[in-house]
């Protein structure tokens, strides 16, 4: 089974995530080629300017200077480089020079003949010719247990509401926003992680969760989980006012 990723070039977890994703997949499957967008960790294209003074400013010089050394220091090591992990297995890296969902850029991924495609971290909304574009559909990664906590940041947002568990759902991606039915889907303690400790072991579930799915829809065998929209809960990225409750809760970033 051919299958096509779709994700950013997130400094932080991401290429070590994708590392152990391409090692583990079964034999039956391959990654084709992955498209990488730029970096976009609020939700929406900035400049790397804007990009530094929103996170100062929502979430303070702590966690400022945290990120900011992680970011530095990512620059130096190569396990933290989704082009040296790609370059490593010899996966070809799509670069789009127009949204997503344009048709040059889906003409470009359609080269590569997928029968399936996989959003991690994707940060563009999907229209029909993207999720409807390989045979075996569209997936994408959510840490959380859908259909609470749709939208961004999950593990900052559970953490706030004091929640006792979150999880980690794989979907069949549709015209909604983390709406479409589940193929995989784990519950995970929280325990008291941090934020970054949540983000981490979530996101390796999440890879596990990611190399199930691959293999059921390979043997065609699953039963779809409702993603009920009824039930649902959204939530998009934290004001400073929201990080001041986060704190007042006792709750750490790191």
Excluded at 41 to 50: A, M
Excluded at 83 to 98: A, C, R, S
Aim: with cysteine.
């Amino acid at each position: 089974m051919r299958i096509v990723i779709i994700t950013q070039n997130e400094p932080f977890y991401l290429a070590k995530n994708l590392n152990y994703l391409i090692k583990s997949l079964p034999k039956h499957s391959e990654i084709v080629a992955c498209v990488v967008n730029d970096t976009s960790p609020f939700g929406k294209k900035e400049t790397f300017f804007d990009k530094v003074k929103n996170t100062y400013k929502i979430f303070g010089i702590k966690f400022f200077v945290h990120y900011g050394i992680k970011f530095i220091t990512s620059k130096f090591n190569n396990l933290n480089k989704v082009d040296y992990i790609l370059g490593h297995f010899n996966i070809p890296k799509i670069e789009l020079v127009k949204n997503i969902n344009h048709e040059d850029s889906v003409i470009k991924i359609s080269s590569y003949k997928p029968d399936l495609l996989i959003s991690i971290l994707g940060n563009q909304i999907f229209k029909e010719q993207i999720f409807n574009l390989a045979p075996k559909g569209c997936l994408n990664l959510h840490t959380a247990l859908l259909p609470k906590y749709r939208g961004l940041m999950p593990t900052f947002w559970v953490l706030k509401n004091n929640e006792t568990h979150t999880g980690v759902s794989v979907f069949f991606v549709d015209k909604g926003i983390d709406s479409g039915p589940i193929i995989v889907q784990e519950k995970v303690e929280i325990g008291d992680r941090t934020q970054e400790q949540l983000i981490i072991h979530t996101k390796m579930i999440g890879m596990n969760c990611i190399l199930k799915s691959i293999d059921l829809i390979h043997n065609d065998n699953f039963e779809l989980i409702e993603n009920n929209h009824e039930d649902k809960s959204y939530y998009s990225f934290p004001t400073k006012e929201d990080v001041k409750i986060f704190h007042d809760q006792g709750k750490f970033f790191f």
